[in-house]
């Protein structure tokens, strides 16, 4: 009988799993329900309604799935927390995920430092300057690195949870990373035209968040635009073919303080789900995100804005796969930009850029 109600419960689960790529959340909800009381895993189980939830922002929902798997006491590497107050003791925010994580949720260091005796940030060896220069920590240190004398731990992929955090919640005052000031970058500074830093593939994490380069190609075409490459990786030799419209921007990958600065002197960012995002997003930057039809949770199933980046404007797929509608959308909202630009329509004999 139990293996019986187990291949069930898998049946059921397998079944959840699909219709949440799918992004038929509701139906994936009742079918992680039903696989739950069919004997699987109910960490798995409510895992998968953790991420239903909070694609469909019910992140509340989402925090008592997260409760429940704490109250388990499953062994589990990301877990830091105590689960006690951060008042008067000395607290250390590891930051163990990627980079785009760390950027997204460092905007809580204010909110431990109001509350902790010391707040140390211990971020990636990237990240370490430009989380000192923006001042929200009392210490940042990198891995390796001497560690100050700490009370507490945090993993920094806990602080929404830790927080409560609702979508009406959401630190968004920004910009909470930035630099003092950045040095002119003449190839910025002498442009006249709309200036759009590009990013079209993410890592091989996640190979559906990436959009072959080819297919963007009819934007690079729009007058009054300058594009500048900002792409990391092996597929920076995708430029090859379009050198004459395209300026290879790239900066040294060790350290994120340069593409900051970059990002200080374009107009818009154009990217996919990368790291890149998140940093033009706590910046303050305008920044357009491209995404794959199955997002990642952060950015919701539905909606142009993000809650978490008052700047950042989303470009959905329709469905799997479908980049073509995505650079429909985007060629579209490119001239539009450029339009709005102008105080009066082009051709008249006082036409001149904002």
């Known amino acids: 009988m139990t293996r019986v109600i187990d291949s069930a419960g898998s049946a059921y689960f397998g079944e959840a799993e699909g219709l949440l790529r799918a992004m038929r959340l509701e139906e994936a909800l009742e079918s992680y329900a039903l696989a739950e009381r069919s004997g699987h895993d109910p960490d798995a189980c409510a895992g998968g309604r953790w991420m239903c939830h909070m694609l469909l922002g019910r992140y ?24 006690k107050p951060f008042e008067g003791r000395r607290v250390i925010v ?18 431990v430092r109001e509350r902790a005796k010391t707040l140390i940030v211990e971020a990636q060896p990237a990240l370490k300057r430009l989380i000192e220069e923006s ?26 949870r830790i927080f409560r955090t609702t979508l009406e919640t959401i630190p968004a005052k920004i910009p909470y990373l930035d630099l003092p000031a950045a040095a002119p970058i003449a190839a910025y500074d002498g442009a006249t035209d709309l200036k759009v830093g590009i990013v079209w593939a993410s890592s091989s994490y996640n190979p559906a968040r990436s959009i072959p380069l080819k297919q963007m190609a009819r934007i690079f075409e729009a007058p009054g635009t300058a594009f500048f490459s900002l792409q990391a990786g092996a597929e920076r030799s995708e430029l090859a073919l379009w050198r004459d419209r395209i300026v290879d921007a790239h900066t040294d990958e060790r350290c994120v303080v340069p593409a900051a ?4 002197k374009l107009d818009l960012i154009v990217t996919a789900d990368t790291m890149m995002a998140h940093l033009a997003g706590a910046m303050g930057r305008p920044v357009w995100t491209l995404l794959p039809f199955h997002c990642d949770w952060r950015w919701m199933k539905r909606g142009e804005d993000s809650p978490w980046y008052p700047t950042m404007r989303l470009f959905r797929q329709p469905r799997a796969g479908d980049w073509e509608s995505v650079v429909d959308r985007l060629q579209a909202a490119i001239e539009e930009t450029i339009k709005g630009r102008r105080l009066v329509p082009p051709g008249d004999p006082g036409a001149q850029a904002t």
């Open 60 to 83: 509340e929902r989402a925090w008592e799935e997260s409760d429940a798997i704490a109250a388990r006491c499953k062994p589990d590497r990301h877990r830091f927390w105590d689960g």
């Open 94 to 111: 590891r930051c163990l995920h990627g980079l785009g994580d760390t950027i997204q949720f460092i905007r809580y260091a204010p909110l």
């Open 135 to 160: 001042r929200v920590a009392d210490a940042v240190i990198t891995w390796g690195e001497r560690e100050p004398e700490w009370d507490q731990q945090i993993e920094i992929v806990e602080l929404p």
């Open 261 to 264: 600065a970059t990002l200080k």
